[in-house]
């Protein structure tokens, strides 16, 4: 991704980029919000793309793959999003943008203002990560049809809060590139694996191993599942252990809202490009 955002800015000549990234936000929820935007904002021109989200579709692989431009393999971590401020920084620095230009920030707006970087006539690649929605996800307990009643609320009252941002970078001359790192999937529980140690992360829909042993012990037990590992993009001692179809690692016959694996709902995720109409 910022590789594609970096090869724009040099084909357009483009000054000022910026990603905002909806953590969460799936295909089928850009199909709602993307009719809001454009008769709220006729002035607003929209490009639209899609992305395939990094397997497994958990945040600290498939958002850290997105802002980095990096494999996995090539990551230091899979547990945690903590080095990303960095990765976008080193990546902009190879085109020639020096740090203070690339802020990476989280975005709060029911908590916060938004962060100084987006005002500062120093930023030319903003990175801006807004959790809303993931959390939304991770809260709806009574499935998808929960969700997506959150999700109508968010367009009456977060949302406006997140168009005035995108608004204030278009009026900065950013040109403002919308995208997800994973989308999410209503799953049934079918049973919690009980491994103790041997997984490194614990997952509804994906769960990591460094033993190939401790994977397959589990798979076992859960048949109904995918071994993945070896693709090329994962490090090679890397297996991850994934429901198939609309099943979870959780208590049997819970409903949940959640991501990680490879359904097309989880993987498949939009891409928008905006700016100002001519």
Known sequence: MPQYIAYQRRQDEADRVALLVLDGLALADWTLIGPVWRARHPDWRFGEHLLLAQLPTITAVSRQALVSGLRPAD?????????EPGQWTVFW??????????????????????????DSARTRAL?????????MIHDATLGASDFQASLRVWLEEYDRR????????????????????????????????????????????????????????????????????QDGLL???????????????????????????????????????INWRE
């Open 235 to 273: 490090p090679d001692d890397v297996w991850v252990l994934m429901p198939e179809e609309r099943n979870a690692f959780d208590t049997f016959n819970e409903i949940v809202v959640t991501h990680g694996g490879p359904t097309l709902d989880e993987v498949v995720v939009p891409l928008v490009t």
């Open 162 to 229: 997140v168009e005035k941002v995108i608004a204030g970078l278009l009026a900065r001359g950013f040109t403002v590139y919308l995208a997800s790192d994973h989308g999410h999937v209503e799953a049934r529980g079918f049973g919690r694996p009980s491994e103790g140690l041997t997984v490194d992360t614990r997952g509804k829909r994906a769960r990591i191993y460094s033993d190939r042993r401790a994977a397959t012990n589990v798979q076992e037990g859960f048949s109904q599942t995918i071994l993945w590992s």
């Open 75 to 83: 990551l230091a971590s899979l547990d945690t999003n903590r080095a």
């Open 127 to 135: 990175c801006l990560i807004d959790n809303k929605i993931d959390d």
């Open 93 to 118: 620095s190879r085109e020639d943008l020096p740090a203070g230009a690339c802020p990476h920030a989280y975005l709060a707006l029911d908590r916060d203002d938004p962060p100084p970087g987006v």
